[in-house]
């Protein structure tokens, strides 16, 4: 394959070191950056947004700052390893604060369940809703652990380049009997129906449905029983500000409100980017935190796709979208956790509307976030900051978000109000909505997917976009939509393969 770009020019430097231009600034590519600069390289993001997060970006209006993104931090270890590798330390950049309980699930009769961080409450919390199930939900927490060992351990930050690496992780998946899904595997242990619920929801972090997702995935609740959920004081906004510091101070440019219109090729080779107003960037290496199948589709030539051509791409899964609320009260509702996680009256037929007849159902399960009772920063003196979300169809459905978007926050404000936040109508300060169509036009999210690829067991690993690109040389893959996946412990760990791809700066000075 060859291909002849038109020339590229160089940023006017005298730093020799071998150049890595990043595209996005969301926490893949800022992990990436940061990476890539100790080991040698001179770094260039480049991000089409105003401010660093992608995904995780910020929201400030009326007086409120939203976290725009995730909100749950969980394995902290991978974020301070960062912190690590530049010699400093991230409690000296950041303070987390470890939540209990994680979060609280409402079922759509009233009843609730706690989920902790630690062993003995999380059993006793199991003991006081099911007590028939706890000798099931032992069973499952060592299943869970042994799926993390299986899935997280010894493969989270492991490249799949080839089908001969994945054979090799082949036999632990079998053991683990990877064919189930999340929702069989605690259904074999568990009787109580909400209780399956409560224990099953997990892989909607990360885009997927439960009801297919591989049981590999119920490794997010060893990781939440081992690790803990935190939170970072002024929201992951916060935490992404330190870690665009932390970049800076290791001497990576970030350019900002620069659209990466191509990715240059070369005989075959990464040879730079070309932004949208024309100007070319010249790279010994090119990254990409964009998402992966718009990296596939609109940044590459078709000669230079690979095995991921627009037919291939079109073929694949994806995960479902969001919409969410973000809006302030001048009142607080202090009874109200950090993290509540509202159950619909439907569990898998409403999941089967999201994810596979992709209509926009009259009932909803939602995620509603109060980061105001543990950071009152986050919220003028005596008003609360929330976002509420709900799991909707990507852009492969019918709705019309221009006309549905208003009616659908209305619903969800009057479910609010009856259920958990009375008075919610008169108590509003400020207000806004993200719908599929801002994934897809703002974060350049292939059918308004808010998670890339769904992350089912045939396109996990080597059967997703590789991290080292399998159609072009020196191009690089991290975010939610290379291996291992969405999540924030997937993103940082995408940019921790890296290390095992990309040769290190002296070996191509």
């Known amino acids: 394959m060859t291909i002849h770009p038109t020339p590229v020019l160089n940023f006017t430097t005298d730093d020799t070191r071998p150049h890595a231009v990043i595209i996005g600034a969301g926490v893949g590519g800022l992990a990436a950056a940061i990476r890539l600069s100790v080991r040698g390289y001179r770094v260039t993001i480049v991000d089409r947004l105003d401010a660093p997060g992608g995904r995780a970006s910020v929201f400030r209006q009326d007086g409120f700052t939203f976290d725009a993104g995730p909100t749950i931090l969980t394995a902290p270890f991978l974020f301070e390893e960062l912190w690590t590798l530049c010699g400093k330390r991230m409690s000296d950049h950041v303070t987390l604060r470890e939540l209990t309980p994680c979060y609280t699930i409402r079922f759509d009769d009233g009843d609730t369940f706690c989920c902790y961080g630690d062993a003995a409450s999380m059993r006793a919390e199991v003991e006081r809703f099911s007590p028939g199930d706890a000798p099931g939900y032992e069973a499952f927490l060592r299943e869970s652990k042994a799926c993390f060992h299986t899935g997280f351990e010894r493969m989270v930050d492991r490249p799949f380049p080839s089908l001969a690496s994945m054979a090799k992780a082949l036999p632990n998946l079998v053991l683990r009997r990877a064919e189930r899904s999340v929702h069989a595997l605690v259904s074999k242990h568990i009787r109580n129906e909400k209780l399956r619920m409560a224990l099953s929801f997990h892989p909607l972090f990360i885009g997927g449905n439960p009801m297919r997702t ?28 330190a870690m665009a510091d932390l970049a800076e101070d290791q001497g990576v440019a970030l350019r900002m409100n620069a659209d990466v219109a191509e990715i240059l090729v070369d005989e075959g080779r990464a040879a730079g980017v070309r932004l949208a107003g024309g100007e070319r960037i010249a790279a010994d290496i090119v990254v990409s935190n964009a998402d992966a199948a718009w990296t596939y589709a609109k940044l590459l030539p078709a000669s230079a796709r690979g095995r991921w051509s627009e037919r291939k791409l079109g073929r694949m899964a994806y995960s479902m979208s969001l919409f969410v609320w973000y809006f302030g009260t001048d009142r607080q509702y202090p009874e109200v956790g950090h993290h509540t996680v509202m159950m619909g009256p439907r569990y898998d037929g409403l999941l089967a509307d999201i994810f596979e007849r992709k209509v926009l159902a009259d009932d909803f399960s939602l995620y509603l976030h109060r980061p105001s009772a543990t950071d009152p920063s986050v919220a003028p003196e005596g008003c609360d900051a929330f976002y509420v979300l709900s799991p909707v169809p990507n852009l492969d459905g ?46 350049l999210s292939h059918k308004g997917a808010a998670f890339g690829m769904e992350p089912r067991l045939t396109q996990l690993a080597w059967f997703r976009p590789h991290n080292a690109s399998e159609a072009v040389d020196g191009l690089y893959l991290v975010g939610a939509g290379t291996h291992p996946g969405a999540g924030l412990p997937g993103v940082i760990a995408s940019a921790k393969i890296l290390d095992k791809v990309v040769p290190h700066a002296r070996e191509i000075a």
């Open 214 to 241: 591989s049981s590999i995935m119920s490794l997010i609740s060893y990781l939440e029983q081992a690790y803990g959920v935190h939170y970072a004081m002024g929201g992951t906004g916060a935490l992404v500000r």
């Open 398 to 443: 019918a709705t019309d978000w221009h006309t549905a978007s208003e009616p659908y926050r209305a619903r969800i404000e009057a479910h609010l109000e009856r259920t958990m936040l009375p008075g919610l109508g008169d108590a509003l300060l400020t207000s806004r909505v993200m719908t599929p169509l801002d994934f897809q036009t703002r974060l």
